[in-house]
């Protein structure tokens, strides 16, 4: 008795296929493809039985055929720090979010900024026959990696320069701005500031406009604290706040949160003696205690950008100018007026 052929196998022998996966569907072929590439518009009822169709005969896209008949892969190589923060694993989720509406995935590696770590994640994608890149540039030595190794078009993120070639960033001076004139505006003129990890662009943006910033205003410039971005760092630099500064700027959230608790450890209420800022804006800075006043970046926008500018230069047309991303200020309460 010849034993029953597995669904998942035509008579040829082969996978199934697309036009296998319609015909059990009842749909076309288009139809099965936009529900792969996740199109809107499709009514549910027919999505569940496309999707059943693949489920039962156990369909799988042959993605390196696709890349032979249209010459392109349909994946986006994606490559972001080895410690991912917050705003970095932010904008990958965008990243993944808007490539998907467009009919693309990301191809995801980790690299630090070390000119060896970068090459081997380079050519892991290159390898894989990625149309695009999109690299989140955080130390300046990878801009020099990448422009130096690769041919297919590229865009970088979180470089924290708004003005770099084919770059979408926050604007860091702006959001400093916000932060710092919040501040002065409340009566504050004795300042310090908690920095982020050494050698990182937006981090060093951020401190070179607070010092100019102080240096407008003929402010004293009081010691910098150097941090590393973890609330240790801000715990630590917290305790070496000098006395008498009411304005503490943090260059990200876990560092204000961990100063917070260093401050009032001293006996320093917040916002009663120091007003304290930080920059981001995590879900968890609402809920600090004080609630933490901080500089919202738009990382989704971030993601959504730069998808949107890599479609435009595979499809042969230059994005034009890529403004800096607005950041805005949210004020809650760990600032308040300056002590008399």
């Known amino acids: ?40 518009g499709i009514r549910p009822e027919t999505r569940e039985r496309v999707l059943q169709a693949i489920r039962d005969l156990g369909y799988r896209r042959n993605m390196a055929a696709r890349a032979l008949a249209t010459g392109r892969s349909e994946v986006i190589g994606v490559i972001m720090p080895e410690v991912p923060h917050f705003g970095p694993t932010s904008t990958l989720y965008a990243i993944e979010h808007a490539a998907k509406r467009v009919g693309f995935k990301p191809l995801i590696t980790t690299a630090s900024w070390e000119p060896s770590s ?12 990625v149309d695009a890149l999109v690299v989140m540039a955080q130390h300046p030595d990878i801009l020099a990696a990448v422009e130096t190794t690769t041919d ?26 916000l932060a710092l004139e919040h501040l002065y505006d409340l009566g504050h003129r004795r300042f310090q500031h908690i920095t982020g990890l050494s050698g990182l662009t937006e981090a060093q943006l951020r401190r070179d406009t607070f010092v100019r910033f ?18 240790d760092a801000g715990y630590r630099a917290g305790l070496a706040v000098e006395e008498g500064v009411t304005a503490l700027f943090c260059a990200n959230d876990p560092m204000a949160m961990g100063a917070i608790h260093a401050l009032e ?10 007003s304290v800022v930080g920059f981001d804006d995590v879900p968890e800075s609402g809920y600090a205690h004080p609630a933490l006043t901080t500089v919202h970046q738009d990382f989704t926008e971030v993601g959504l950008r730069a998808v949107t500018a890599l479609m435009e230069i595979i499809n042969g047309r230059e994005p034009g100018e890529l403004a800096p991303v607005e950041p805005w200020l949210v004020v809650r309460g760990s600032t308040g007026p300056a002590p008399a």
């Open 1 to 40: 008795m010849t034993p029953e052929r597995p669904a998942s196998l035509s008579k040829s022998g082969r996978g199934p296929s697309m036009h296998d996966v319609a015909a059990r569907a009842g749909v076309s072929h288009q139809t099965v493809s936009r529900v792969l590439n996740d199109f809107p």
């Open 214 to 231: 102080l240096e407008e205003r003929g402010l004293e410039q009081l010691p910098v604290l150097e941090g590393d971005w973890s609330a």
């Open 118 to 129: 970068m090459g081997e994640a380079l050519d892991f994608l290159l390898a894989r026959s």
């Open 265 to 274: 450890e001293r006996g320093l209420a917040v916002p009663d003696d120091v």
């Open 152 to 177: 297919v078009p590229v865009l970088y993120v979180l470089t924290g320069n708004s003005h770099a070639e084919r770059s979408v960033a926050v604007d860091q001076v702006a959001g400093t701005r």
